[in-house]
């Protein structure tokens, strides 16, 4: 039953070092918003026409 329970420890200890890069990157991707500038409406309105 220890050898078991080792192996099976140290393949879910390489699984999770395995998929924690990608599951953060995920994360990062779908939910990041950026903050808007300050004054960037009348930025864009200002030189719209240029």
């Known amino acids: 039953m220890k050898k078991f329970t080792y192996k099976a420890a140290n393949v ?6 395995l998929i924690a890069p990608i599951a953060g990157r995920a994360c990062r991707i779908l939910f990041y918003e950026p903050e808007k500038p300050e ?3 009348d930025f864009i ?3 719209k026409g240029l």
Request: hydrophobic share 50%; net charge neutral; with cysteine.
């Open 39 to 41: 004054g960037l409406d």
């Open 12 to 17: 879910l200890c390489a699984f999770a070092v």
């Open 45 to 47: 309105s200002k030189h």
